[in-house]
């Protein structure tokens, strides 16, 4: 294997280890920023989900607070239907008291026609007592109606007042509440969200710092393997003079060209020592020596 195949081939290791190194780079910022992304959809999902949550439970306390003011409006109507049937009630109880009175005027007044002119302003007056008092008792009827069927009237307003007032409370508190858990919500997806993108920049260092690691680990090698194929080459140019020394002086007519191949040796004496090749290669300190 000839210097330049061997240089070619220490360049093709170099190319491959910083193509390496460049890929596990590029494939550490892709996978930070996917779970970048991942985190950052996670934590989309979970405000809108608090959201969805938040506008359902406003839909159903309005729609209680809409069934509850129904409710009392149809409590009022029954009210008022109650109370104008008590008047009804009490206009028949006056009109049968009228007419019983008159009936009973009537009756006393045909007496008092028989038995004599003389009892005949006692009678009228019995019969105008007679119907002041069905008339006061039918007027009394219709007060004490009014003012039950007003009583009533107040009371169904208050109680539906009160039933919205509570109705606006709780909605009101069930408002705060939701939001409260909206705000913990979002609070602890931007947390997540920070944890997670903090775990990828770990991540992506270390991967970093590991493939920095392999790279420069890769140029040591390229280094030494380049002072090795130095070594090997000058090794085996001094062994290729040795031997063609020595079969110069073993040929006939050695004497003659003992001159000119006798430098050889000398100059590698000179640069080594020995004729045998050099045993000691340099060996980057990553790898394990034996």
């Given at each position: 294997m000839g210097p330049g195949e061997t240089s070619e081939r220490v360049r093709a290791i170099v190319e491959a280890a910083e193509r390496t190194a460049r890929e596990l780079r590029e494939r550490a910022e892709q996978r930070a920023a996917e779970r970048i992304a991942e985190a950052d959809r996670a934590a989309a999902n979970r405000v809108e989900a608090a959201e969805r949550e938040a506008r359902e439970i406003i839909a159903d306390a309005s729609a209680e607070a809409e069934r509850a003011r129904n409710e009392a409006l149809a409590s009022v109507s029954a009210i008022h239907a109650e109370a104008e049937s008590a008047m009804a009630h009490a206009r028949e109880r006056a009109d049968a008291t009228a007419a019983t009175?008159?009936?009973?005027?009537?009756?006393?007044?045909?007496?008092?026609?028989?038995?004599?002119?003389?009892?005949?302003?006692?009678?009228?007056?019995?019969?105008?007592?007679?119907?002041?008092?069905?008339?006061?008792?039918?007027e009394t009827t219709l007060s004490s109606a009014q003012e039950q069927a007003a009583s009533m009237l107040s009371e169904a307003r208050e109680q539906a007042e009160r039933d919205r007032t509570n109705a606006e409370r709780d909605l009101a508190a069930h408002r705060t509440e939701i939001e409260e858990k909206v705000n913990e919500m979002r609070a602890k997806a931007r947390a997540d969200a920070r944890e997670i993108v903090s775990e990828a920049h770990v991540r992506a260092r270390e991967v970093m710092r590991d493939g920095e690691e392999i790279s420069r680990n890769l140029r040591d090698l390229s280094a030494s393997l380049r002072s090795n194929a130095d070594r090997l080459l000058r090794d085996v140019r001094l062994t290729h003079g040795s031997m063609m020394a020595r079969l110069d002086q073993a040929a006939p007519g050695a004497g003659s060209r003992k001159g000119s191949h006798s430098e050889l040796p000398v100059s590698r004496r000179q640069a080594g020592g020995s004729d045998e090749p050099d045993g000691g290669l340099d060996v980057p300190e990553f790898v394990p020596r034996p």
């Open positions: 009175a008159a009936e009973q005027a009537r009756q006393t007044l045909a007496d008092a026609q028989q038995r004599a002119e003389q009892t005949a302003s006692a009678a009228d007056e019995r019969a105008a007592q007679t119907l002041t008092s069905a008339e006061a008792e039918a």
